[in-house]
């Protein structure tokens, strides 16, 4: 099987190289390598490679700056995954397996969402997010399939992992919003998630994917201050203080409950996640040796 990984520089991009399976002849092309809104660019790549499978990993995922910078995001999030759309509906028989986001629904329910629950973003990267989501499916129809996910960090990159550890080793007390809920997912488990898609064709349309269990970011930053220091990340638990999303002033709203319901995945795709905290462990104990060399 031939796939094609775009964005492979980002946190689940180096993830999906890492897990791919031994029978999978993979190009993996980072932001450098191929620049997904450059047209030309992208149909020489596909023509080229002929991947049976695209999975795009690229992403402008930088929310407040979105507000901004909404011809960036807007490029990156859906007017690229349109043309990697595009592409694979003219090599015919590729598939697109395109990640999107929890951020595309407005955060008002009361229930987790489901995939045929209608959308309703409240900020700029979320409505490039579910432009991206049109754009793939009007342009490949029953050979896409979108995977909305949610909170997603890794051991790499800029995330909120990162933030709260740089800010934990400073010893300083750290506050978190606690209103707003969701699920943390590791980069790993979404992208051992998006190989299981690969390997099976018959699947398309809109899936739901996260870590199981349920989390507000203080219930996440608690959960990083207890266990990082048992990886030996930080040397001694730091105090995460609750508060409000009105105390932590932001460019962007944030949904206030993003909860996806990933039931009819798992019965799709045949795995189950990993409880969030299980997998925030594994990834706090991958960090190690890097902090410690």
Not at 25 to 45: K, N, T, Y
Not at 266 to 287: C, D, F, M, N, Y
Request: proline share 6%; aromatic share 6%.
């Amino acid at each position: 099987m031939r796939v094609l990984i775009t964005g492979s520089g980002g946190q689940v991009g180096r993830e999906l190289v890492r897990a791919a399976p031994p029978d999978a002849e993979l190009r993996a092309l980072s932001r450098g390598e191929l620049d997904i809104g450059d047209e030309a660019a992208v149909w020489a790549v596909v023509k080229e490679f002929m991947p049976a499978v695209i999975i795009n990993a690229a992403a402008y995922t930088a929310v407040d700056r979105a507000e901004t910078e909404r011809d960036l995001a807007w490029k990156v999030n859906a007017t690229a995954p349109r043309l990697l759309a595009q592409s694979a509906a003219a090599q015919g028989g590729c598939r697109l397996i395109h990640i999107s986001s929890d951020y595309v629904f407005s955060g008002e329910s009361s229930r987790p969402y489901r995939t045929d629950d209608g959308p309703g973003p409240i900020n700029e990267y979320g409505r490039s997010k579910l432009g991206g989501e049109r754009a793939v499916q009007q342009a490949l129809g029953a050979m896409a399939v979108i995977v909305r996910s949610s909170w997603v960090y890794s051991a790499h990159e800029r995330n909120f992992l990162h933030t709260m550890l740089r800010l934990m080793r400073e010893g300083r007390p750290v506050r978190v919003v606690a209103d707003q809920i969701g699920a943390p997912t590791s980069a790993a488990s979404l992208a051992s998630a998006l190989w299981a898609f690969a390997s099976r064709p018959g699947v398309s349309g809109l899936h739901h994917w996260t870590d199981a269990g349920v989390a507000s970011w203080y219930d996440f930053a608690v959960s990083i201050a207890d266990q990082a220091v048992v990886a030996g990340l930080i040397p001694d638990r730091v105090e995460v203080t609750p508060i409000a999303t009105e105390e932590y002033p932001t460019a962007a709203r944030r949904p206030a409950f993003s909860l996806l319901d990933t039931r009819p995945t798992v019965a799709a795709v045949g795995t189950r996640p990993a409880h969030w905290a299980r997998e925030l462990k594994a990834t706090l104990q991958s960090i190690r040796p890097i902090q410690a060399t």
